[in-house]
Each structure stands twice: as structure tokens, then as C-alpha cells.
């Protein structure tokens, strides 16, 4: 069908740094592959961290991999609201100005001071998915949730490029409001 797409949910989780990921884990230490993600060549890690904020802390809190050059947090605005720590939805990467936490590891501790996002809705398009689907990288569409509880999500974040694969994400807050199951279909209405 025209302009349909499989959507996910994405729960807490971080992706950390190699300097990061050597002070909870030890000094060369790398990151163990649980199972693919999605996206090419993303993946859920073994490893589990905790992330302690100034109200809360937030226990087993999966790695995702591979490591990036800056260690970030996404959770939901509950997990926010647990950690005490008053979050700003982010475009993924764009963690200026974000709050800090401490994150807990089996070797070490890391006190970061920015990094913890609420990420925004987004959709993950190889280049030919965006030709077909007439947007371009960092357009914002609607898209539209079908069922029972069904609704239409504004302003998702398109990002394009030659190693994405189709797939919208949102976080489980907002995938359970819906009634999404992973894998289901949604439609772009722009």
C-alpha cells in the first residue's frame, strides 16, 4: 500500500562512549552483542548499566551499540520524572543543553553532564524510501496510527540516508497510548 510503513517502540537505553564504556566496564573493554537491532549494523548489547538521577534511579538500563563519539540517555517523560531530571525532547545526537546523571557500571561510575533526551518521534528511510515517499532528510510528517485507539502523530522527524532502513519509532509511552505492537503498520499522510 502507498506510504505505508512498519512501525516500532523503543524503550529506555544509551548509547555510550568508548571512554565511557572503559570506566564502567574496564579499560578495553567492548561492548557484547546481544541481537540486531533494525537499523544496519545497530545492535542491543549484554550490557546493563544503572542511571541515578537527583530524585531516582533507573536499573538495568540496556546499552545499545556500537559505541558513538557521545554518551546519551533516552528514556520517556515518566522515566524522566523518576530520575528527577526535567528532560527536553531531542532529535537523537542533539544533546546540548540537556540535563546529567550518573550512570553506575559494574567497574565504575560516569557523572555526565548533559546527554539524557526524551528522543523525538522519528522515521528511519533509505534514500529510495524518501524518493518514494516524496520527503527528504529533516522534513516532519504525519502519520497516522490505525485501531482501536488509533490517532495521528504530528510533527515525526524524517531521516533519510543510505544505511537507514524503514522504520518509524516512538517511544513506549507513546506506542502504548496508541495500542502499537511492534511491526505494525502505519501511514504517512504528511
Known amino acids: 500500500m502507498k506510504n505505508q510503513l512498519p ?3 523503543s524503550n529506555k537505553h544509551l548509547h555510550v562512549s568508548q ?11 567492548e561492548l557484547t552483542q546481544m541481537k540486531d537491532l533494525s537499523q544496519p549494523g545497530q545492535f542491543a548489547s549484554e550490557e546493563k548499566v544503572d542511571i541515578q538521577g537527583g530524585r ?12 558513538r563519539p557521545d554518551t546519551q540517555i533516552e528514556v520517556s517523560m515518566s522515566d524522566a520524572f523518576s530520575l528527577g531530571v526535567e ?3 531531542r ?16 567497574k565504575g561510575e560516569v557523572k555526565i553532564d548533559k546527554g539524557v533526551i526524551v528522543a523525538s518521534r ?9 524518493e518514494d515517499f516524496g520527503v527528504k532528510d529533516k522534513d516532519k510528517v504525519s502519520i497516522e496510527v490505525p485501531g482501536e485507539r488509533g490517532l495521528v502523530f504530528n ?24 495500542g502499537i505492537k511492534n511491526g505494525d503498520i502505519v501511514t504517512l499522510i504528511k
Not at 57 to 65: D, E, W, Y
Not at 122 to 130: K, S
Open 19 to 29: 571512554k565511557d564504556l572503559e570506566v564502567l566496564f574496564g579499560e578495553g573493554y
Open 87 to 89: 528532560c527536553m525532547l
Open 7 to 9: 512501525i516500532a517502540m
Open 155 to 178: 510533527n515525526v522527524l524524517v531521516r533519510v540516508g543510505d544505511n537507514y532502513k524503514l522504520e518509524m519509532h516512538v517511544d513506549m509511552e507513546e506506542g502504548n497510548a496508541a
Open 56 to 67: 531516582g534511579t533507573l536499573k538495568g538500563v540496556r546499552i545499545l551499540g556500537p559505541v
Open 91 to 106: 532529535d537523537s545526537g542533539d544533546i546540548e543543553g540537556t540535563p546529567g546523571v550518573t550512570i553506575i557500571g559494574p
Open 122 to 130: 522519528h522515521i528511519h528511510m533509505h534514500t529510495q524510501d524518501g
